[in-house]
C-alpha cells in the first residue's frame, strides 16, 4: 500500500513531508520581500470576541540594562524589567509589540529619567496611533549605607519602579514605587518582657520581625524627586532600617535602636503618612506595611494613603509580595 505523505514528518519508505521545515540561515530578505509580507493590522475581520477597546495590552517583564543617576552624580547601569502598555481601539489587535521594545533601544545609552520616559510615551503614541500609553520600568538600585557605630559600610538595594502614564490630552503623570524593609519590635511584648524580668526576675526578649513598607508617590508637576531622597524619608520616619556591614558594636547598636523605636504596623504607617505628607513635591501617597510576626503564624499589615480626592485609595491587597 502507498504511504501517505505527513505535513511536517518523513514517512516509511522516505516518502518526504509536504510542509518544508528547513531553516535556511543564508535566505538574506530585501525591501520587496519585506513589503511582501503580511501585515495583521490590514486585516478587516482579525478581531474575535466582543469589538470593544481594551484599556492596557502590551508587553511585560522585557529586561536589558538601562541606565540611573545617583543623587551624588554616579551613573548606574541596572538590570530593568520594562512594562510598556497602550490603549486599542475596538476591532483592532497586533498592536506589534517590536515597536515598544525597539523604542527603548534607540534610547538604551542615555540616562533614564522621567523626561525620557515621557519622550517614549509620546513616541508609542505616535507610532502606534493609540489614545493611552504606559510605561513602568522595575529595577534593584544600590545605595551605600553605614554601620551605626563601626564605621563599615555596604550596599543596600532597594526595588524601585519609575512608571509614567500619558492620556489621550496630552497628560502625563510620574510615579515611583519603593520598598523599604526595616526591623519592627512590639511595643505589647516589649512590656511584658519588661515586666517578667522586674517581678520575677526571668529574663524575657520582645518579638521583633523583618518588616517592610511599599510607597507608591506621584510627583507634582514640575517637581523632581530622587530615590535617596525616599529611602531618606523612610528612614527619619521608621528609623530601623536593617542592616548591611555590622560589627558586635553595631548589632548592639541596632538592639538599642529598635528598643528607642518599638512599633506596631499601624505605627509604621502613621510615621510614613506624617513624613510623606510634609513633602510638597509629593501630589499624592500611599503606604502599604507588612510586620512579618514572629508571634504569629500570620503578619500584621496596614494600608494608608493620602487622601486626594480623586486619587490613590487605601486599596492593596498584594500583601503576598511583601515577603522579605
Known sequence: MKKKPMY???TAGGVAPLVNRTFDATFKTDAAYQKSLPDMMEAVNA???ARVPIQQVGCANFRLPLKFRAANGNVHTLETSVTGTVSLQAGLKGINMGRIMRSFYEHEDEVFTFDVLRRLLAKYQR???TFDARIKLSFSFPIRQKSLRSGLSGWQYYRVAFEGTMDRTGKYRRFIDFDFVYSSTCPCSAELAEHARNTRGVFAT????RSKARVRVELAAGRS????DLQLHCANALKTETQVMVKREDEQAFAELNG???KFVEDAARLLYREFGAD???VDFQVACAHLESLHSHDAVSVICKGVKGGFTADFSDFQSLIC
Open 280 to 282: 510638597k513635591r509629593i
Open 260 to 262: 528607642a523605636h518599638i
Open 127 to 129: 507610532k502606534i496611533d
Open 206 to 209: 520582645p518579638h521583633a520581625q
Open 8 to 10: 511536517l514528518h518523513h
Open 225 to 228: 524627586l530622587t530615590i535617596e
Open 47 to 49: 478581531a474575535d470576541g
